[in-house]
């Protein structure tokens, strides 16, 4: 064997076709063909004339024009095609990559197919476009799972509260020995289902933050205008095409920083679910306006449309419930907004909507402004353990005065029955702003304030009151009941200014357990007597309030002091009766009354009595009474001294019931 | 016989290899196969009375792995422009190739063929979308490589659209 015949054979051996261009798609073979070449042109690998590979190869065809300008330009950049696919006759795919250049002066284009290296390319990006395309699926499934996730922990756990408080509160009655029997039964059961709820939480908790980096990590935040802008880019087109103007509104300054505790893909999502919503709605040739506004605390974005407003038949918070949507123009699966919700109250939010006064609908959604962020949490704040229930049953009951809020009736009625059978005095809120009034109403020891509220939610109660105590010595010690008991949430609540959490479905002993731990301001004993404010204002005050006429500050306090009992009896009757009308009417009468004498303390509870009465809501209403009747009653003893007094030092209640009142014995003269 | 180069175009696992394989062989499998590099088929088709033959340039979708060559571009009739409707990315990457063709082509007919309509439950597209993109004068069909629904129509418009 020579060198020459070696050489010949070389190219085909290392799986290369080296073949010399003569004219225009024609080549000539300047070297044994490999396999791979004959078995995808085997007429050309068998002739002995030139080869019309431009015609064997539509791909060929269009590297020549890439070849010839190489070989027509020495010296330029090597020209190398990318892999493509040539099919056989048997209809084997073969890979296939070409090269120009040139050898000894003469134009030759080298064929090779890489085949192995084709294939594991192919498996690399096979494996990276899986993966791709497994992200992108299980984005889509984050979605559905936190919409299931809360279903569960929400939905599944609010009767499993009101289960076992009332069957706490039947084992303390006087039952049969049979009736025990069902009873324990009955709590068996509930236990059980509670302990697949945790369960069942706990695995989609887990799964959530470890199948996407997703989550609302602690310190986490994101710009609300900037996603509300990158959201509109999006949509642009989609609201052009309806010929519906898409805009920020003129008043936000387009620099200013809107930073809140939230995750920007899925507060994109929010504004993508919003806006989408507002487009359903609004007719062409109407505007959608997207704008933010600074709480404080809270950032608030809204979307207001010009649209035909809100649905009359649905309440606002009905609107974002699960798979509720419009009867015409409505969404697919009445997700959208049930997803809107559920996210923005998971990172410490509320939400919102109203119908506009003039025309169209407003969506609101308020976030926590973001802030450094500190303090871990506990993990988990459940603890089952026997001897855990053990020490919470033995933990002795200190008197508390509780502040309880939560919207769902059944568990507000039960819970403050318990609270109260064990000597604490509680006084109930139905929702967020309500406690909020009673908080600054009167004083108390722990505020027990659910999580997921109407209007406000626990955790923005929870701001407002850490805020108006800034300064105070001893706060308020305040516990949040809720069904979302992740690590997570946790320490979300507790950054919301809660000291203790409390996962629902709770027991009365977890409930005990944690308000033994709970400081005491002062005994129960002596909290109807703390001075809150003055009860009344002067009597050289109130002279000149009234322009320094005397007389006239007398008749007022005798005709309050007559009217008043009257007035007292007639809110009591309104609560026994259950009528609302009747009780806001009186409350507010009475609240003018005592806002003549600056008696503030008095006023407040009056308020908060005509507010009990607007809302309907009276279950708390007993509660406000007596301490209305405690200010009603140190105002009375002042005025009573006042009408003695020209002008008089208020006097002590005690005084006053010994102390004949002068005028009196005067005009009996 | 006429021939005309179509390239199929769009995002990574929309479709394109799928739909040049039911529309040429009759074929549908329901494994993603990622393209490497370039395929290419052929198919005779007559449409209004006229023989063509088709040169299918099935070409690798594009992503940060690979990168579209535009000179595969060179000499095409037509190209079938298709996005997965239920993936919302693709159809904004469908519009941004269609920019980037006028940009390096010039302006040569095209469809664009929303895929996998038999996946209509996990639509992710907005037909608001589609309406603004008709108005623009896009040529707009759904498809499904599974069923076959629309794909001979596909091919068929974009023809009638290169034989002017």
Known sequence: MNMDHLLQNFPMEMGFALLEYRSRGDFLPIAELPNWFAELWPDAANGSGPIPLSQQSPFLENFMLEAEDFWNSPGSAACQSETWVEKSISGREIPVQARALFLSGKRILALFSPDSQFREQMKMLQTARNALLDHERLAREIQKKEILLHCIVHDLSQPLSVMHVAMDSLSEESISERSKQYLTLGKHASNQQETMIRQILQTFSDDLRASLDVGTEAGESADLLECARKTMTLLGPTFEAKGVRLAVSATVAPESKWPVAAEQSRLQRIFSNLLENALRYTPAGRRVTIGVEDEGDFLKAYIDDEGPGLPHDLRPEQIFGLFMKGKQSGGKAGLGLYFCRITVERWGGSIGCVTLPEKGSRFWFRLPRATARGGERPSDTRDSSDSATAKRKSAPIRPLRILLADDQEDIRTLTAHQLKRNGHKVVVAKDGAHALRTFHAASFDVALLDQEMPGMTGDEVARAIRKAEQGKKKPIFLVASTGNTTAEDARRLKQAGFDEVLGKPFRLEDLNHILSSAPVAKPVSQLASLPSSPPSASFAELVARVGGDEKLVKRMIHTFLRDTPKRLAGIAAAIRRKNPEGLASLAHALKGSVSIFGAEAARIQAHELQELGRSGELSGAPDVLVRLKEEIAKLQANLRGYANQTPARPKSKRDNRRRPPRNRGKRRR | ?164
């Open chain 2, 1 to 164: 016989m006429l021939q005309k180069k179509i390239c199929m175009l769009g995002a990574f696992a929309v479709g394109k290899t799928s739909l040049v394989r039911r529309f040429v062989e009759s074929i549908y499998s329901d494994v993603y196969q990622t393209t490497v590099g370039v395929k290419i088929d052929k198919k005779n088709v007559q449409v209004d009375d006229k023989e063509v033959s088709l040169v299918l340039w099935d070409i690798y979708g594009e992503d940060d792995y690979q990168k579209m060559r535009w000179t595969y571009l060179r000499g095409a009739s037509g190209y079938l422009l298709v996005a997965d409707g239920t993936r919302k990315a693709t159809l904004e990457k469908a519009v941004n190739l269609e920019q980037k063709v006028r940009e390096e082509v010039g302006v040569i007919p095209f469809v664009l063929v929303i895929n996998k309509s038999d996946l209509i439950r996990d639509w992710e597209l907005d037909s608001a979308l589609e309406s603004q993109l008709a108005v623009q004068g896009w040529s707009i069909l759904r498809s499904s490589a599974k069923t076959g629904e629309g794909v001979e129509e596909s091919f068929a418009l974009l023809t009638r659209k290169m034989l002017g």
